[in-house]
């Protein structure tokens, strides 16, 4: 059983691979509300996957058994596939027009031969309507349904205890930096150790706003960890010198930005970015 | 009026039996539950209680019980203002299985569809293969019931405060987290009439899931003002989990630090964020050290202590000391 299961989620991968996404011009839109049923919280589970796995299992199945000569399931999973198939066209009205029931029935038809030269042919046609919605839609479903909302976080300003918005948030963070780089640019260092210490403590409130979002730890080892603190003290270090080293500073500087900032963006922020555009166009 | 002595010894002779055969059915449901057969067992079911009812459905019996949870975070683990925020008006679905939980068993629950406002109520923590489970070896007429080692350990909280379950074990301390969060006091398990006469008085739990307080003797202080440097330091002496602790709650100690010169004037403060979700918790049995270079001359320092749970933004004064030099 379980190696039948490795198998088809072999055939899975193939089968995304085989059949790619051409999006030279892409467009995110938002998905259209009937398919948030399928989705927590309104479903227990995330319905509409499910039957993705399912359609995709029964496609794959068509082939392993075709290879083993296996023609009883053969023609079961082809049975099964078109009934899926047509099950999730009628799942989201705004999606039937990406269906083609007459190339499933087909593809039926070429696998109840028995000939996996002409299954393979017929396959294409079918492949091509699941491609062509995942080109136009996945990112967008991912981006709906599996992304939280930045905007919808709030974060309470350590310094003065004030309740603000993420955006908001990232712009203190963001001038909080410069106070320390500024000042030590002038040669103000204990003004810039000062600033030093709010921007750390504002740096460091982020780490609370992971668990609004991840239920593990774990994710905290990145952006926020061991390489934030280390240059964290490593710029403190350098303020608490009889003669700071601009090099070690800016190093540090330069560790800090990427290591933190950066690569937090460039995990998170293309998706906030999408979502705010929506929550724009919502509101019009 | 006149009772006549015939009616007189009557009454008696009732009374009697009465009394005995209540002593018996005392004994027998109490001692001897075993004796009673299946078949009238039955009789006295209520299979609606096995319907997944909400927790004002196990009220009509265990009043006290419901009472407690009603005043418990635990009862509003869905409807909590706090949760709704950080859970985007409950949309993220990471977040439903212990908030939702269908039903606990040692490990992380799965969510419910139904009765979401109930959030963590009897059922949950109860409803185990179609039988009430708990810690006693009993008989209740109403409904089927079992003996589950587990409600006494605190794996079963485990379930879903994981982070604070691993803090504890890593601890090695023997009381567990029903010790502290759920005392026993002797008492009836059910308030209804009769029933309540007709049950031994056992050691019941506080469902109230008490919050657990923070004394000077759980936090030990120690400070050392000189003309260079304050330190102080926090240790978590007798509290055998962070503190604070949580999942994904965000309670905080917020202390905060304030320098005075000769005159009295404040020249210098600061100020520590003490959280879970900052990595920066007292550990058990762990001295935390805090330094603090003075550039100004300082003769007294302020250091205050309050606390924030993880369900409001208003602090509470723990404590407050002047150190001086």
Redesign the interface.
Known sequence: MKTLKLILSLMMLTFLAVFPVQAKDMIVKEPPKSLSKF???ES?E?KWIQQMHKMSAHFGGVFVNLKEKDFENVDKHADKLVEEYKKTSEMVPEWEEYFDIKAAEEFAAAAKTHDIGKAGKASGKLGKTCGKCHGDQEISVWTKFHW??FH?I?V?D?IDEK?VEFGKYMKSISSSMKGVTVNFGEGQY?RAGKALKVFK?RY??L??T??????T?DV?LFYVGKDADTAFSGLANELNAEKPNPGNFWKNVGLLGKTGCKNCHLVHRTYSFIKEAWEEEDKK | MKIPPRLTNLLIGFGCLAISSWVMLYFIINEKFEWIPKEVLELARDPELLERPEAKRCSECHEAIYEAWKDSRHSLSWTSKTYI??S?N???????ACHIPQSVRGEKPT???DRREEGIYCVSCHFIDNKMNGPYDLMAPPHPTVRNPDYGRSKFCGSCHE?TFKQWQATKVEDTCQDCHMPRTKGRLTQKFGLNLLHKKRMVGDHRFLHGEITEKDIIVESELTEKMFTLSLLNKTIPHGVPT???G?PRLYLYIKFFNEAGDEVDNA?E?I?P???TELPYGKKMVYNYRL?DKVSRAEVELKYQPAWT?EKTDLWKVSVLR
């Open positions: 989705y927590p919280p227990k995330p939280p909302s919808k709030k309470t350590p309740e204990d403590t460091m409130e780490k609370s992971c668990s609004k979002c991840h239920t730890d905290k | 925020e950080a985007e409950r949309t993220k679905e990471k977040c439903l969510p419910r569809l982070k949580a999942d994904n965000d100020k964020i959280a979700q900052q990595e550039f933004k």
